[in-house]
């Protein structure tokens, strides 16, 4: 099974221009809001501005949910809040080009602070555009390392379509875990940006780099993997595959066992106990079987799914001046919003009445 993203694109669930998520923000968590609330042994460190990063897509609701002060700015001033307090890279990143190509910036820094264990992630204090004060923050990932490697989750970044597909399999699964009666809520996805830089894989090849915005949390203790016990991941991914999503066992949470990072989740056809009625689509969301994992890789498929491809795709295109933030709206509504409709369906509404909840911008 294989459908070209240039098809899909044109398989459009609405057809006008909307930027604003219509499902509920409630299904996310309360985000952290002192840094000390993150992680207590988090260090400070500086980090330079980027010359001209750039928003893909963001959760406009969420956002004015989280900072209450920004609920009368424009989609566009939040556009610039975004930008001006979260387009930074660390400067060890900026001051190589093993894993990256080189990253033009400004000389303009500022704080950020990274937790233990945060690999490629900082967090951000964000300030009121108006009075200067804190009043919350941003945890953003792909914004470098101390000692960027060209090995295994060292590079310091991440690739512009692997954020596109956090973005979105996130808040597909806002709908899953509402539908689902668990208790988990997800930690919210805030925004893509592309940072302007290329990352370098090992082979030479190059992707756009991308940054990944999210809601500020702490963690399970970190010698877990940021995983949750076994008994509690394997509820839930008993859960999951009612809708066909497997987890692969790699259920990370907060210490409150709220869940983020689902880079590992695939949705196949055949998970145990899957449920017709709330299965997510194999054809939109699935993989290609007849390529083969490589031994004993359970992780493979989400680097092959089609959420992943069209994403890196569209990121591509957009890199290239080929796409714009309609086509990144278009990708996303049509990836997440049959979910929610099939989801919603069971409930007795429709596809009509999502429309009326779309806020335009």
């Not at 398989?11 to 221009?17: D, I, T």
Request: charged share 25%; hydrophobic share 35%; proline share 6%.
């Amino acid at each position: 099974m294989k459908t070209s993203f240039t098809l899909f694109l044109l398989l459009s669930v609405l057809s006008f221009r909307l930027y604003a998520d219509p499902g509920s923000t409630l299904n996310n968590i309360d985000p952290k809001r002192a840094i000390e609330e993150v992680h207590v042994d988090s260090v400070a460190e500086e980090v330079q501005k980027l010359k001209n990063p750039r928003i893909l897509i963001a959760d406009y609701d969420l956002i004015r949910k989280d900072f209450p002060s920004l609920k009368n700015l424009s989609n566009p001033q939040i556009d610039h809040w975004l930008l001006d307090q979260t387009g930074y890279i660390s400067i060890p990143q900026k001051n190589q080009t093993e894993v990256n190509t080189a990253i033009e910036v400004l000389a303009e820094t500022r704080k950020a602070h990274r937790p233990p264990h945060y690999g490629r992630a900082l967090v951000y204090e964000m300030l009121d555009p108006e009075t200067g004060n804190q009043i919350g923050l941003i945890d953003l990932k792909g914004s470098g390392a101390l000692k960027p490697a060209q090995k295994s989750h060292r590079n310091g970044i991440a690739t512009l379509g692997e954020c596109l597909r956090e973005y979105v399999f996130e808040h597909m699964m806002r709908d899953i875990f509402k539908d689902s009666g668990l208790p988990q809520k997800t930690v919210g996805s805030y925004a893509v940006i592309d940072p302007g830089f290329d990352l370098v894989h090992s082979d030479g090849s190059r992707s756009p780099g991308g940054f990944y915005l999210r809601q500020a949390h702490d963690r399970v203790p970190e010698h877990s993997g940021a995983w949750l016990p076994e008994s509690k991941r394997m509820s839930i991914q008993k859960v999951l595959h009612q809708y066909g999503i497997d987890p692969n066992k790699n259920v990370q949470g907060t210490v409150k066992h709220n869940i983020f990072d689902f880079g590992h989740y695939i949705v196949r056809d055949d998970t145990p106990g899957i449920d017709p009625s709330k299965q997510v689509s194999f054809d939109i969301w699935g993989y290609d079987k007849n390529i083969q994992a490589p031994g004993d890789d359970r992780w493979f498929y989400s680097k092959v799914d089609n959420a992943w491809n069209w994403s890196h795709e569209l990121a591509t295109n957009w890199r290239k001046g080929l796409a714009n933030r309609d086509h990144v709206w278009q990708h996303f509504k049509n990836l997440v919003l049959p979910v929610r409709e099939k989801l919603t369906r069971k409930a007795g509404s429709s596809c009509a009445s999502l429309v009326g909840k779309i806020i335009t911008d």
